[in-house]
C-alpha cells in the first residue's frame, strides 16, 4: 500500500457521521480533475460519483437503471461474469455480441463495453467505441464502459469513452476503479463518470440503499488521484512480471492473444481450457479457465500479474 493513501486513511479515521453519498466536495473535485486528465472528455458536462469498488456498481448497474423482464443488455462475447450475474438479478435478457448490427429488434436497454478487457487485454479502437454511442443513442440505450484498467497499457494506448462524445455526455457513463491504478482493492474505492442525469438517478437510488464509500476510504481516494507516482512504480512492477511471464508461457509452447493492456495474458494451447488449466496446475500454477468468461473463451486461459515477484519468478521456472 502506497504509504501516503495510508497515512490518509489513518487521518480521517475519526469519522463518527454519515459520509456523502455524493462524495465530499475534496473527493469530487478530486475525481473530476482525474477523468479530465486522463479520460481527454470535451467538456465539463459530465458528473461524477464515487463507488463501493466498481465490482458493485457493475453488478447492481441493470437494477439501479430499473431494467427488468423484456428488456435487453449486450454484454462482450467473452468478460467479466459480473455484467452477465448483473443481468439476471433484474430478470433482464442478455445478449453476447460485439456486433450491435445484428440485435435485430430486442429492446436494448444497456451495452457494456470493455477496454482495456478483463480477461483477454483487448483494447478498442476510438471508431469502435463511438459507433457503439452513437448506436445506442439512437435507440435511447445507455452505454456503460469499464475502464478499470485504462491506467496499465502496454501495446496499445486505450481511450476512454468519454473521450468520443464531442462533450455530450447523454447516456454515456464510464466506470473507473482504484484497485489497479493504485492497489486499492481492499479498500473498496471507484467511481462512475458520464451523463450528469444518469448519475443523479444513481446517486438518488444509491442514497436509500445505504451503497456510501465509508469517510477514511474517500479521503484515502483523494490522495490517491493526486499522485501518478506511486501509479508508476506500479505500472513499472506490473510491465517487469508481464514480460517474464509473457517470453516464458511463449517458450512453453503457448500463443498470447490481444493482451494489449491490462493485468492479464490471455493465452491459448488451441485445446479445451480445462486441459491447459489441469497441466498448469500439475506444475503448481494456477489460472483461470477461458470458460468462465463465455462460450468463445474455451480455448483459452488468463494468467494473471497480480503475484508476488518471488511467484512470478517461480511461475518462470516451472514453465522452463
Not at 455524493?22 to 470535451?42: D, E, F, N, S
Not at 452505454?143 to 454515456?172: M, Q, T
Not at 490517491?224 to 508481464?242: F, I, K, N, P, T
Request: glycine share 8%; aromatic share 8%.
Amino acid at each position: 500500500m502506497p504509504a501516503a493513501i495510508r497515512a490518509a486513511l489513518a487521518a480521517a479515521s475519526d469519522s463518527p457521521g454519515y459520509p456523502l453519498t455524493a462524495g465530499t466536495p475534496q473527493l469530487r473535485v478530486a475525481i473530476r480533475a482525474w477523468v479530465t486528465q486522463w479520460c481527454a472528455p470535451a467538456g465539463d458536462g459530465f458528473g461524477v460519483l464515487p463507488t463501493i469498488g466498481s465490482k458493485e456498481l457493475v453488478a447492481w448497474l441493470p437494477t439501479l437503471l430499473g431494467l427488468g423482464p423484456g428488456d435487453t443488455v449486450v454484454i462482450p462475447p467473452v468478460c467479466y461474469p459480473t455484467y452477465e450475474a448483473g443481468v439476471q438479478l433484474t430478470g433482464a435478457t442478455v445478449v453476447r455480441s460485439d456486433s450491435l448490427t445484428a440485435l435485430g429488434p430486442a429492446r436494448v436497454r444497456l451495452v457494456w463495453v470493455n477496454s482495456p478487457s478483463n480477461p483477454t487485454g483487448r483494447v478498442l479502437p476510438a471508431a469502435h467505441l463511438r459507433k457503439v454511442v452513437d448506436w445506442a443513442r439512437e435507440r435511447g440505450a445507455v452505454v456503460a464502459s469499464d475502464e478499470c484498467y485504462l491506467p496499465l497499457p502496454w501495446e496499445a494506448e486505450p481511450v476512454s469513452i468519454l473521450s468520443v462524445c464531442d462533450g455530450r455526455f447523454d447516456n454515456v457513463l464510464a466506470v473507473h476503479s482504484l484497485s489497479k491504478r493504485s492497489n486499492l482493492a481492499g479498500y473498496r474505492a471507484g467511481f462512475v463518470a458520464g451523463d450528469p442525469a444518469l448519475v443523479d438517478e444513481l446517486l438518488a437510488v444509491r442514497k436509500h440503499a445505504g451503497m456510501i464509500v465509508p469517510a477514511p476510504v474517500q479521503a484515502a481516494m483523494v490522495a490517491a488521484l493526486g499522485d501518478e507516482a506511486h501509479v508508476q512504480e506500479q505500472r513499472d512492477r506490473y510491465a517487469g512480471r508481464r514480460a517474464a511471464l509473457r517470453e516464458a508461457f511463449t517458450a512453453a509452447g503457448f500463443t498470447v492473444e490481444h493482451s494489449e493492456a491490462g493485468l492479464y495474458l490471455w493465452l491459448t494451447r488451441d485445446e479445451d481450457s480445462w486441459d491447459t488449466v489441469a497441466w498448469l496446475a500439475e506444475r503448481g500454477i494456477l489460472t483461470a479457465p477461458g470458460a468462465f468468461y463465455g462460450p468463445e473463451g474455451s480455448r483459452h486461459v488468463r494468467a494473471a500479474l497480480t503475484a508476488t515477484d518471488e511467484r512470478v519468478t517461480e511461475a518462470v521456472k516451472r514453465l522452463q
